[in-house]
């Protein structure tokens, strides 16, 4: 198994930053790279709650994403799993939102991911994080 970091500043402030990520009607307008539609969003944002995306790419049925809230600590800290449908690995997922004075720095460490493929989890991150400065309606800094 094996993990992907990303980072990326985003100027935007931490609680709106933060509310992207855990509020399902704001998920539904960026969750994932630019390609990918995300139809439907639910999270229940407390340790143990569950999390589900069900998300339309191009090609293909749509798929669904499962996960579990690990922890939370809004608006600095969200841990939680991945797993895909019909699949039985489950990763996990720590995003880290910091606070500085030009907005937020979004960290994101994606772990326990199978060695094969995980090389593509870094750009689909890279991807996701640039929806979600165009949901946000903000530039790279």
């Known amino acids: 198994m094996t993990g992907v970091r990303v980072s990326r500043v985003i100027a935007a402030p ?12 704001e998920v539904v307008r960026w969750w994932g790279p ?10 229940d944002l407390r ?9 339309e790419a191009p090609e293909g049925p749509p798929m669904t994403l499962h996960g579990r809230v690990l922890e939370v600590d809004p ?14 690995a489950e990763t996990r997922v720590t995003v880290r939102f910091e606070l500085i004075p030009t907005g937020t720095r979004v960290v994101i460490e994606h772990d326990d991911l199978p060695s094969k493929g995980a090389e593509a989890y870094a750009p689909g991150w ?10 946000l309606g903000v530039g790279r800094e």
Do not use: K, Q, Y
């Open 14 to 25: 931490r609680e709106r930053v933060f509310r992207a990520f855990t509020v399902a009607e």
């Open 47 to 55: 340790p143990g709650g569950v999390c589900r995306w069900l998300m």
């Open 126 to 135: 890279e991807l996701a994080l640039d929806s979600l400065e165009a949901a």
């Open 75 to 88: 608006p600095s800290l969200l841990v939680m799993t991945n797993r895909w449908e019909h699949e039985s």
């Open 34 to 43: 630019p390609e990918v539609n995300t139809l439907e969003a639910e999270i």
